[in-house]
């Protein structure tokens, strides 16, 4: 009984804030101090008394210096939303009206969070932020911050992940925001499910200098809020829209209009979002938007078509399973020449990228420089040989479980290219195998210094070889999965490599052994920064016995379930010109408690250090460890 009419007061004095502390209308003090006293009242009559401790009601009774009588003197709020009578009557408020668990009164909370932010002040963009997640997410929490910062300008930032499962944030919280918070910057809303149009008007309206708005699972947030922002805050540059099933075509067609400046678009699993939504926003933001990204959405070719007619500043697209588009609407895409400034573009599960449709984005996409096709089983080595073709200014190429692409057209693409191109992933493509029959002289790819083929099980030694004599110039080199890969392939890669490896990861190679890891120590010692070994279980102390011998620069060193020792251990922490930083012997079952002071010595450099699943070491040894090395994250 006392908790709901408490509620109903906190209810009532926010509504009373809200509608006029930030407008200058007047609040009776004595109302307000009699009310949270628990006096006579018809807000708070009974045992509201209770609720105060004596601390407190000494706060509200001195709550101003030169104000001789409560009960004689009646206080308006100022511009900055914070009046004194304002922290009195806030202080009053119990702390079980933010949580259901805390214990501490809202005066020890207001003072939390006016410490933090002290330190919550972005540095990059000199403005104080705020982030609920979920119980923390009430309408009161929301509402004492936006009052308790009103005197430092204000939150800049605000994001809000999910809500108080009863006591959720409502459209009642944004407006305590909106009124209170007028140099609010960035707003993320996710998962708010009670927040709807006219919470999002109060923000419109009190907040024109919005750039960057979130939403995201608001489901009673339609086109008609977020039409309001549109026309009242000019200056949004960023728009995100994910599972909001309320927004449609109409407020899209209209936002580029009252927004020149909106830069960046993202619009997921919004149903109502078709084709005249995108290509209305379009033909208003062609000037200004950079980036661009649709997925999930009932969009087709007329889409596609637009985007490349006036996608004119688009500089990053990205197209994520939009399966009625068709092969026509990536041809459009392509032809209709708008896209000259594209330099990169990423596609996944999209069925409309075939050969056709990639050669044209290439032919009409002069500039593109980074091309990164996901789940497609449409793209052969044809298409992708005529797509490197015409793509002169292509730096990355990424293909991820495209499976009707083969050794062939890899080859293709490392021999065709362009020399811009600098970096090529494969990743879990199940056509590529080795093949019998190729010339014996290739031409070479100087220009490729990055390499990624990761899970497939059909790259094989020979494929890792031939590679790697066609790439001489590699500088990094990730083969993570490859188990079918042994010395024989990769020593070819090492002994071809002219300009220095400097990260290798070779995780899950569990093929390889020292032979080979040992040669590329040797061979790259005085360029390797980053060692990645975790799996290859054939690796013993002879490793890092020539680690300790031969690397000046290596920063990282992963060597999970590798056959290493204590003895290993302690040839790595004698190479005094080491200074790692981050190092893993996860699940090395023959390191034991004895390498402790091993690691101990290596310095103050070391910040992370792995040793999970090593049976052998005792929790007590570690306790020890991560007394004397404190500033060094150790898990254990």
């Not at 499976?403 to 199940?430: D, F, Q, S, Y």
Request: glycine share 8%; charged share 20%; proline share 3%.
């Amino acid at each position: 009984m006392i908790i709901g009419r408490f509620n109903l007061l906190i209810a009532v004095f926010f509504v009373l804030l809200i509608s006029g502390s930030c407008r200058g209308s007047s609040i009776s003090e004595e109302t307000m101090i009699s009310a949270s006293r628990g006096h006579s009242s018809p807000l708070t009559r009974g045992r509201g008394s209770a609720l105060l401790s004596q601390e407190q009601r000494s706060l509200i009774k001195n709550h101003s210096p030169s104000t001789p009588s409560p009960t004689s003197a009646s206080m308006k709020f100022s511009g900055d939303c914070l009046g004194t009578a304002s922290e009195a009557t806030l202080s009053s408020i119990r702390a079980s009206e933010f949580s259901l668990e805390d214990d501490e009164s809202f005066i020890s909370a207001k003072k939390h969070y006016e410490e933090d932010y002290e330190g919550e002040e972005d540095k990059d963009m000199g403005f104080l932020t705020r982030s609920f997640e979920g119980r923390e997410a009430t309408d009161v929490r929301v509402s004492a911050t936006a009052v308790g910062t009103a005197g430092r300008g204000g939150l800049g930032k605000l994001s809000i992940r999910g809500t108080h499962r009863t006591r959720g944030l409502t459209d009642i919280g944004l407006s305590s925001v909106g009124r209170c918070c007028p140099s609010l910057n960035v707003l993320s809303l996710w998962k708010v499910p009670r927040v709807s149009d006219e919470g999002l008007a109060e923000i419109a309206n009190g907040c024109p200098m919005l750039e960057k708005l979130d939403l995201c699972d608001c489901p009673l947030i339609t086109s008609k809020g977020l039409l309001v922002v549109a026309e009242k805050c000019p200056n949004l540059m960023s728009l995100q829209l994910d599972s909001c099933t309320g927004i449609g075509d109409e407020c899209l067609q209209n936002i580029g209009r009252y927004c020149p400046n909106l830069q960046s678009v993202s619009i997921k699993d919004c149903p109502l979002v078709g084709d005249e939504g995108i290509a209305g926003m379009m033909c208003s933001t062609s000037s200004s938007l950079a980036k661009l990204r649709l997925e999930k959405l009932n969009v087709g070719d007329f889409a596609l078509a637009c985007i490349g007619h006036y996608g004119r500043s688009i500089m990053e697209l990205h197209l994520t399973g939009l399966q009625n588009v068709a092969e026509r609407g990536f041809w459009c895409l392509g032809n209709a020449k708008g896209l000259l400034k594209l330099r990169s573009i990423v596609t996944t599960s999209c069925r409309g990228v075939t050969d056709r449709g990639l050669e044209a984005v290439a032919k009409g996409c002069p500039n593109l420089n980074q091309l990164s096709i996901h789940k497609c089983c449409f793209i052969s080595d044809n298409g992708l040989k005529r797509f490197i073709e015409a793509s002169r200014e292509l730096e990355k190429l990424q293909l991820e479980e495209c499976h009707r692409i083969t050794l062939v057209g890899v080859l293709a693409v490392l021999v065709k290219c362009n020399a811009k191109l600098r970096k090529l992933a494969l990743v879990r493509c199940l056509g590529i195998r080795d093949i019998q029959y190729y010339p014996d002289v290739l031409p070479l790819c100087k220009s490729l210094q990055s390499i990624r083929i990761r899970d497939c099980p059909g790259f094989t030694s020979m494929s890792l070889a031939l590679v790697g004599k066609i790439c001489p110039s590699l500088r990094r080199l990730d083969i993570s999965g490859l188990v079918t890969v042994t010395d024989a392939g990769l020593l070819p890669v090492i002994q071809s490599s002219e300009n220095g490896l400097i990260k290798v990861k070779l995780r899950g190679c569990a093929n390889l052994t020292d032979t080979s890891i040992c040669a590329l120590v040797k061979e790259h010692g005085d360029t390797l920064r980053l060692l990645n070994f975790d799996g290859c279980n054939k690796i013993t102390d002879k490793v890092l016995l020539t680690i300790s011998e031969q690397c000046t620069m290596l920063e990282e060193l992963y060597m999970s379930n590798a056959d290493v020792t204590d003895y290993g251990v302690a040839l790595l922490a004698s190479a005094r010109q080491l200074n790692l930083y981050a190092l893993s012997f996860s699940g090395c079952s023959k390191v034991t408690t004895r390498s402790l002071p091993f690691f101990g010595n290596m310095g103050r450099t070391l910040v992370g250090l792995n040793l999970q699943h090593c049976a052998l070491i005792q929790a007590h040894g570690v306790s020890l460890l991560e007394e004397r090395m404190w500033w060094c994250d150790i898990l254990s």
